[in-house]
Nanobody, 121 residues
Framework: QVQLVESGGGLVQAGGSLKLSCAAS????????MGWYRQPPGKQRELVAT???????TYADSVKGRFTISRDNAKNTVYLQMNSVKPEDTAVYYC???????????????WGQGTQVTVSS
């Protein structure tokens, strides 16, 4: 099994910054994609950003230029640097990992427990 532990959420004023971290541990052979999703109040979960093992990144249009995803492959950790945050960024943020747990087993999709980010106006 793979466990994901998120940290870094909290309350921040509009225009401020926050950095989320997510560390993956357990039976990991390799991680293909690490990413962040979010679920605003009363809405469906949506993609924020993803990063492949090769360094390719993708972003939702709503966060381009403000958020930066990065990963430390040696530590199986992914980060989300959030700058110039807006009240509409308020959501529960979930870490997502697509990983192989051994040769030929996977890839499997794993989710973190979520961390609350609240942006005050």
């Amino acid at each position: 099994q793979v466990q994901l532990v998120e940290s870094g959420g909290g309350l921040v004023q509009a225009g401020g910054s926050l950095k989320l971290s997510c560390a993956a541990s357990g039976s990991i052979f390799s991680i293909n994609i690490m990413g962040w999703y979010r679920q605003p109040p009363g809405k469906q979960r949506e993609l924020v950003a993803t990063a492949t093992s090769g360094g390719t990144t993708t972003y939702a249009d709503s966060v381009k230029g403000r958020f930066t995803i990065s990963r430390d492959n040696a530590k199986n950790t992914v980060y989300l640097q959030m700058n110039s945050v807006k009240p509409e960024d308020t959501a529960v943020y979930y870490c997502n990992v697509i990983a192989l747990i051994s040769v030929g087993r996977g890839p499997y999709n794993y989710w973190g427990q979520g961390t609350q980010v609240t942006v005050s106006s």
